[in-house]
């Protein structure tokens, strides 16, 4: 079925059926690797219709869009973000399930200790092995000091005075394992017994915290935040520097198959037939347009005669009269002059686009069919595709000055 759609309608479909269905299992079990490895490949296989047809790294794939990917979530961290989710609710919610876990699977231990060995079930254990990641991002800050844990939540400037001091400041106090924060305090103050160096130090340490007479809560990342799985998937990806360019591909008037032959052709990564040559499928690496050159990526956008003629004749569309760059340099120019969402920028990004999106079908074309089109063709082509999109949308720009742009694309002029 893959076959049948555009990369722009699989990569929507990857992203919602098969993203729920990674969420559905995912909030439930923490995949082995095993696991998430394969369906990583079947989403890879089906998002570039085929077995051994990606054109970009998976890893570069599952960047978002900003740092230059497609924004599909890569599933490893995606999943402990889900989990995550379950950690939150069993630290913050009231639910059924939460009482279940309560009253089974912590009963009188508390949810930072108990030991993640045992006759545990999979999930449940793989929930526990997540604790010290969860306990990196909530924050829990003392109230009253009614719910929190004495001994062992991490209320202490993120830990627990047991994960500090041990057992042996709980056998110093003598109050047992079940005491509440609030046992420590006298009327609105710390009131810790004084009887051993680790609990002068304890009063000593606690004294930055207000006691308030609010209730103790749990924040996740910062005061005031709860958790949303967003936001720990957030705070637990990879993060790699955003790429300049990627406005200039995903605004929001892009025609989503020429947006990914834009991405496609920025990253280096159509198959041209001098990568072909390399890897040993194409007998040539000529260039299909006759110049007598090797086809590549800057090559083709826009160095070649024939891609040269069309790109001059769109620009000239564009009102904008410069030579023509070297590819990067292109990209770069559009980076910088194309960055905002009035009207000629959208004509631009656009245009960009669709220049690029049809000289590499026409391209195709001449590979596989046989078949030619003068350049004269494509900027027809260019044209009906930009014009289209911009006669149903930004009705409140298109008076005045954009006038000539609006003539140049056959755009139909609003009143007013
Ligand atoms: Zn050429």
Not at 21 to 41: A, D
Not at 250 to 270: D, E, N, P, V
Request: proline share 3%; hydrophobic share 40%; aromatic share 12%.
């Amino acid at each position: 079925m893959s076959k049948t759609l555009s990369f722009a309608g699989r990569l929507q479909l990857v992203k919602a059926t098969l993203t729920n269905m990674q969420t559905y299992w995912c909030s439930t079990f923490l995949l082995p690797m095993h696991t998430i490895r394969q369906c990583e490949c079947l989403l890879r296989k089906f998002l570039w219709g085929g077995h051994g047809r990606g054109k970009v790294k998976w890893s570069e794939v599952c960047k978002p869009l900003a740092e230059g990917g497609l924004g599909i979530k890569d599933m490893k961290t995606w999943n402990k973000a889900l989990l995550l989710k379950q950690i939150w609710a069993v630290l913050t919610e009231d639910t059924l399930w939460v009482k279940w876990c309560q009253a089974y699977l912590i009963n009188t231990s508390n949810f930072w200790t108990i030991p993640a060995r045992g006759l545990l079930s999979w999930s449940w254990r793989q929930i526990l092995l997540l604790r010290p990641l969860a306990r990196e991002h909530l924050i829990y800050k003392c109230g009253n000091g009614e719910r929190f844990s004495l001994w062992f939540d991490p209320w202490l400037q993120g830990d627990s005075i047991h994960a500090l001091y041990g057992h042996r400041v709980i056998y110093d106090i003598g109050l047992g394992t079940q005491a509440r924060v609030k046992e420590m305090l006298r009327e609105g103050e710390w009131c810790w017994p004084q009887v051993s160096s680790d609990l002068l130090e304890i009063q000593q340490r606690v004294g930055d915290i207000t006691v308030t007479t609010n209730p103790d809560l749990i924040f996740w990342g910062r005061v005031g935040d709860t958790f949303s799985t967003n936001r720990a998937w957030q705070a637990i990806r990879a993060r790699s520097n955003e790429v300049e360019w990627h406005g200039v591909v995903w605004h929001s008037k892009r025609i989503h198959k020429h947006a990914f032959s834009l991405w496609l052709a920025i990253r280096g990564a159509h198959r041209t037939r001098d990568k072909l040559m390399t890897w040993g499928v194409a007998q040539s690496a000529q260039c299909v347009f006759h110049c007598g050159e090797i086809e590549s990526t800057e090559h083709l956008f826009f160095q070649c005669p024939y891609s040269a003629n069309v790109w001059r004749e769109v620009l000239k569309l564009c009102n904008i009269t410069r030579p023509i760059l070297p590819w990067a340099n292109e990209v770069q120019w559009m980076t910088e002059h194309a960055k905002g969402n009035k009207f000629h920028h959208s004509v631009r990004k656009l245009a960009l686009a669709a220049t690029v999106y049809h000289i590499w079908i026409e391209r195709n074309r001449r590979s596989f069919k046989n078949r030619f089109l003068p350049y004269q063709e494509l900027v027809k082509k260019v044209r009906v595709d930009v014009g289209g999109k911009l006669s149903i949308s930004n009705h409140s720009q298109r008076s005045g000055w954009h006038h000539s742009l609006c003539v140049n694309w056959g755009i139909p002029l609003v009143e007013g």
